[in-house]
């Protein structure tokens, strides 16, 4: 907090980052530095700088919205990183102008594997079109969520075009993700054994498209059986929210084979989404999501950061333990305190 308290908090960071009409301004410009920072500034957990960058993010928000936002993910090596620099690459050839958001579980992680996405994404990194940035994934399932929509939001004002959120395919971030997102692509690749099981049903569940990457060389054979197989298994998932069966494809990130199509069904995919349901109307429910999830976040937090609540909590919990309170009364009187405070 420190800072946040202070009633010249907001004069202060002015002075050390520039205005917020200045940063704004920069930022619609298409200033990388300021973009970056900005972005830096909403992942921060000082209270004040959060506060601060939305306040920018505020500035510029008719600004955005009018990106496509796609969401990657799939288990480590399946080939990603490969997968987003030629697909990147493609659509920059397109035209198109890409922001890259890595969420990463694991923060210490990190380190090592943006180090080889540098050289895995060599080419999108060295693009004046493409923006690589990873977004750490905090603390709680919450710091993912507001990280990467804000970072996404300021990517959209600073006018890429294209927003690739990408996931480890094994956590719980992927069902946050696909809820700031237009499309979720899902890669499997050959090689692993047990396909099927490897991936959480859940998020196979999430995929509008499945792409089984590695189909080239001595895995073609064996990627397109695995197709096969996902082809089978997606006619029994309900259709997703615009109306769209699933669909399953092979490709090689590594030789390029099957960019064409991916793009293609995404294109089919939007016009679908346009047909059956607005495509703005289905943003403004993923808002609406965000601000009960913010609220929820919220309070939780406030609650524990109480500490006469806290203390509270450790009381009823010895109370629970011994079999004398049930949870949900214990819950309850906590709330009830915590509210009247
Ligand atoms: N044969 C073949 N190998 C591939 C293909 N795409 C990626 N690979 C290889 O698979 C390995 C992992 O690729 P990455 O792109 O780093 O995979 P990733 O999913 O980003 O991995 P993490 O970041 O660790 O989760 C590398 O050795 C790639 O060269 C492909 O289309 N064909
Ligand atoms: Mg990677």
């Known amino acids: 907090m420190g800072n946040f308290r202070n009633r010249n908090f907001l004069h202060n960071l002015e002075k050390e980052y520039g205005s917020i009409k200045e940063l704004s301004n920069k930022i619609v410009s298409g200033d990388i530095r300021t973009l970056s920072r900005c972005i830096t500034l909403s992942e921060s957990s000082r209270e004040d700088h ?69 050289t895995r994404m060599e080419r999108l990194a060295q693009s004046e079109n493409a923006f690589i ?20 939001l300021l990517c959209e004002a600073s006018g890429y075009d294209t927003i690739i959120v990408e996931t480890v395919g094994v ?38 498209l499945i792409i089984v990457n590695k189909a080239d060389g001595s895995l073609k054979s064996e990627a397109e059986n695995i197709a ?23 490709c090689s990130a590594l030789e390029n084979i099957g960019i064409e199509e991916i793009w293609s069904i ?28 913010e609220i929820t976040q919220n309070l939780n937090k406030q609650i524990y950061s109480e500490k006469k609540i806290n203390d509270l909590i450790e009381l009823y919990e010895e109370k629970v333990l011994i079999g004398e309170v049930l949870p949900s009364a214990a819950a309850y009187e906590i709330v009830k305190k915590f509210l009247k405070k």
Not at 233 to 249: D, E
Not at 287 to 293: D, G, I, N, P
């Open 133 to 152: 940035r990873p977004s750490p994934a905090g603390k709680t399932l919450g710091g993912v969520s507001r990280h990467t929509r804000e970072a996404l």
């Open 171 to 208: 956590g719980q971030s992927e069902a946050t993700v696909s809820n700031m997102i237009d499309i979720f692509l899902l890669l499997i690749s050959p090689g692993s054994g047990d396909e099927l099981q490897g991936i959480k049903r859940g998020i196979v569940e999430l995929a509008d």
């Open 228 to 250: 096969r197989e996902y082809n089978s298994a997606v006619k029994l998932l309900r259709p997703t929210i615009n109306n769209w069966n699933t669909r399953v494809v092979t």
């Open 50 to 118: 959060q506060f601060f960058s939305r306040k920018v993010l505020e500035k510029v928000l008719p600004m955005t919205g009018n990106s496509l936002r796609i969401g990657i993910s799939g288990p480590p090596g399946v080939g990603k990183s490969t997968f987003i620099e030629t697909f990147g690459t493609f659509l920059i050839e397109k035209g198109r102008r890409i922001a890259v958001l890595a969420v990463d579980p694991s923060s210490s992680k990190s380190g090592g594997s943006i180090l080889g996405d540098k």
């Open 266 to 293: 995404t294109e089919e995919y939007i016009q679908n989404f346009d047909n059956e349901k607005n495509i703005s109307s289905h943003r403004k429910e993923q808002f609406q999501k965000w601000l009960r999830e």
